[in-house]
T-cell receptor
Framework: GAGVSQTPSNKVTEKGKYVELRCDPI?????LYWYRQSLGQGPEFLIY????????DSGLPNDRFFAVRPEGSVSTLKIQRTERGDSAVYLC??????????FGPGTRLTVL | KQEVTQIPAALSVPEGENLVLNCSFT??????LQWFRQDPGKGLTSLLL?????REQTSGRLNASLDKSSGRSTLYIAASQPGDSATYLC???????????FGGGTRLMVKP
């Protein structure tokens, strides 16, 4: 079956611009997670959705970051006024609640 | 705050060797522990998931153990192959939440 998909696979933007990253979870998975991975490090948690609501957004670094999941399926991570320090790979994962998490291929964001 | 450490950070072995990757975590109140594989520029592939009540899980040449009380897990790879070359990440799922906390990974190189 289809796994988690993320678009775009690569995104290059200029400092100060707005970007949106999309995640399509595995069908039927109610939980969706966003993580960020810097070069040479393990992924770090950003936000977790259970259905349509953000159950835990404690990992979002500041108010420039926001994520939505309006219909309980696809999620969009939005970053305003991008900074060079936002450059990283953004990973999305989905699961049945508290179950094994399955990851997408990631979006590599580069802020020039 | 949960901290996950992986030792060694990098490992190079000749083909055919059996090897052990180590993962330690500071808070034993975990729900489960996952081992992942990550190839360069790719997302994470789940290898094994161990529930907190379990001691080990096996899949093919891979065996993962969990000692929750001491905060340790090991991933044993038997008869290593060049195709096993990748970064291996362990991650723990908290009882209190659903985010995974990752270690920094072990970069494995298996030489033919």
């Amino acid at each position: 079956g289809a796994g988690v998909s993320q678009t775009p696979s690569n995104k290059v933007t200029e400092k100060g611009k707005y970007v949106e990253l999309r995640c399509d979870p595995i069908s039927g998975h109610t939980a969706l997670y966003w993580y960020r991975q810097s070069l040479g490090q393990g992924p770090e948690f950003l936000i977790y959705f259970q259905g349509t609501g953000a159950a835990d957004d404690s990992g979002l670094p500041n108010d420039r970051f926001f994520a939505v999941r309006p219909e309980g399926s696809v999620s969009t991570l939005k970053i305003q006024r991008t900074e060079r320090g936002d450059s990283a790979v953004y990973l999305c994962a989905s699961s049945v609640t508290s179950g094994e998490q399955f990851f997408g291929p990631g979006t590599r964001l580069t802020v020039l | 705050k949960q901290e996950v450490t992986q030792i060694p950070a990098a490992l190079s072995v000749p083909e055919g060797e059996n090897l052990v990757l180590n993962c330690s975590f500071t808070d034993s109140a975990i729900y489960n522990l996952q081992w992942f594989r990550q190839d360069p520029g790719k997302g994470l592939t789940s290898l094994l998931l161990i529930q907190s009540s379990q001691r080990e899980q096996t899949s093919g040449r891979l065996n993962a153990s969990l000692d929750k009380s001491s905060g340790r897990s090991t991933l044993y790879i038997a008869a290593s192959q060049p195709g096993d070359s990748a970064t291996y990440l362990c991650a723990v799922l908290h009882n209190a939440g659903n985010m995974l906390t990752f270690g920094g990974g072990t970069r494995l190189m298996v030489k033919p």
